[in-house]
């Protein structure tokens, strides 16, 4: 196969993984935004957490609610947790990597906060930890997962929404992903500030 042939086989399949979840996950998305807006309006904030790839994408959100997505509006209340060296490095040491998310949310999460929790598995520990010390919190969970959710599905209590990618490649769940978080983004924007003008 020639690297053309190769990338466009890559293209090709992340645009059908991104259709096949449209239906699926458009629903739950949109219970995600109205969670999340609902916090954000009333004072609360949103922490995010996830390892590797999730981790970026954890402070792509942030970036986006603290800064901008596409319109100009006050910045909004948002915090990755896996941007802290020297609290993850801490917390590593002293107690156990499992330990580096749950950690800061039970430092700084407190009662109508909502956590972001990305795991491509479902089954990262340390993410699984942090959902456990948010619940303590009475904050709600949004879970971005993959795989069929696995061990956060249990986790998951009424009010919280699961938005789990029906796909199996780590790749394709993480693109679909990060088109979920700028749903995400987008929606608050549209609940915060309306349709923009030239929008129809």
Do not use: W
């Not at 995010?48 to 901008?68: K, M, T, W």
């Not at 060296?85 to 906060?113: C, M, R, W």
């Not at 929790?117 to 971005?144: C, F, P, W, Y």
């Amino acid at each position: 196969m020639d690297m053309i042939t190769r990338v466009t086989q890559q293209f090709d399949e992340s645009i059908a993984a991104k259709q096949a979840a449209t239906e699926e996950l458009a629903g739950p998305i949109a219970e995600a935004i109205e969670l999340m807006v609902n916090a954000l309006t009333g004072g609360n904030k949103v922490l995010a957490c996830g390892n590797g790839g999730s981790a970026a994408d954890c402070q792509h959100f942030a970036a986006e609610l603290v800064g901008r997505f596409e319109r100009e509006r006050p910045g909004l209340a948002a915090i990755s947790l896996a941007t802290d060296t020297s609290a993850l490095t801490a917390i590593g040491n002293d107690y156990s990597f499992h330990e580096v998310f749950s950690k800061q949310v039970a430092a700084i999460g407190q009662p109508g906060d909502v956590l972001l929790a990305i795991s491509t598995s479902g089954n990262s520990k340390n993410v699984q930890l942090a959902i456990e010390a948010a619940h303590a919190r009475d904050m709600n969970i949004v879970a971005l997962t993959g795989k069929g959710g696995g061990q956060m599905t249990q986790q998951l209590k009424e009010g919280d929404v699961h938005i789990c990618v029906p796909h199996n490649r780590t790749a394709r769940i993480q693109e679909i992903h990060l088109l979920a978080i700028h749903c995400i983004c987008d929606g608050i924007d549209l609940s915060l500030l309306g349709e923009e003008e030239n929008e129809s």
